[in-house]
């Protein structure tokens, strides 16, 4: 059984900076795909980074955020900077290990003056 537990997250000011982790635990076999995903309220789940065969972002968060991983610790990260209100949501990941798909909680991120 795996599972993806996130931290990192909380309320932040505008221009601040936050870094989530994902660490995967379980029966970790071949991790293709790490990613960062995001969903505001009233609004659908949308991509925000993704590490696997090529690094992307999404236009919104280019220049601002980065996404990381540590292998050997099964591990993602995101370093946000430059928050915006509009990065308020919940942050999730999502792992592909030997071809099955899995999701983390979600952890709250809060950018508010």
């Known amino acids: 059984q795996v599972q993806l537990v996130e931290s990192g997250g909380g309320l932040v000011q505008p221009g601040g900076s936050l870094r989530l982790s994902c660490a995967a635990s379980?029966?970790?076999?071949?991790?293709?795909?790490m990613a960062w995903y995001r969903q505001a309220p009233g609004k659908q789940r949308e991509s925000v980074a993704s590490?696997?065969?090529?690094?992307n972002y999404a236009d919104s968060v280019k220049g601002r955020f980065t996404i990381s991983r540590d292998n050997a610790k099964n591990t993602v990260y995101l370093q946000m900077n430059s928050l915006k209100p509009e990065d308020t949501a919940v942050y999730y990941c999502?792992?592909?290990?030997?071809?099955?798909?899995?999701w983390g909680q979600g952890t709250q991120v809060t950018v508010s003056s």
């Open positions: 999502r792992m592909i290990i030997t071809g099955r798909q899995y």
């Open positions: 590490s696997g065969a090529s690094t």
């Open positions: 379980g029966s970790i076999g071949s991790i293709l795909v």
